[in-house]
Nanobody, 122 residues
Framework: QVQVVESGGGLVQAGGSLRLSCTAS????????MGWFRQSPGKEREFVAA??????????YYADSVKGRFTISRDNAKNTVYLQMNSLKPEDTAVYYC?????????????WGQGTQVTVSS
C-alpha cells in the first residue's frame, strides 16, 4: 500500500504562484510514475501534469491549459513530487490531487491522495 499526501494549497491572487508538494511512501519512489489532477465543482477530474520514470531519467507531460505556467518535478531523496504553479488564473481554482503509479501501469494510477484546495481570486 502506498500512502500519498498532498500539501501546499491555499488562496492566491490571479497572477500569483503556489507550489504543491506530494509525498508518496515506498522504497522505490524513484521509479514511480506520478501525476497531478484537479477537479472543480461540477466538473470532471482532469489531468494536469505527470512525470514518468524512464531508464535515463524522467519525462514530463502537461495539459495544454497549464503548459508554460506549471512545472512538475521530483526529489527522489525526499519521496516528493512538486507542482510549481505560476501565473495562476481563476480558472485554476480546484482541488488538486496527486496520484502514484508504482507498478508501471501508467497512465493508470493506483494510489491517490485526498487532495488540496487551490483557490485563485480575481
Amino acid at each position: 500500500q502506498v500512502q500519498v499526501v498532498e500539501s501546499g494549497g491555499g488562496l492566491v491572487q490571479a497572477g500569483g504562484s503556489l507550489r504543491l508538494s506530494c509525498t508518496a511512501s515506498g522504497r522505490t519512489f524513484s521509479r514511480y510514475n506520478m501525476g497531478w489532477f484537479r477537479q472543480s465543482p461540477g466538473k470532471e477530474r482532469e489531468f494536469v501534469a505527470a512525470i514518468r520514470w524512464s531508464g535515463s531519467g524522467s519525462n514530463t507531460y502537461y495539459a495544454d491549459s497549464v503548459k508554460g505556467r506549471f512545472t512538475i518535478s521530483r526529489d527522489n531523496a525526499k519521496n516528493t513530487v512538486y507542482l510549481q504553479m505560476n501565473s495562476l488564473k481563476p480558472e485554476d481554482t480546484a482541488v488538486y490531487y496527486c496520484a502514484a503509479d508504482p507498478n508501471g501501469n501508467w497512465p493508470k494510477y493506483d494510489y491517490w491522495g485526498q487532495g488540496t484546495q487551490v483557490t485563485v481570486s480575481s
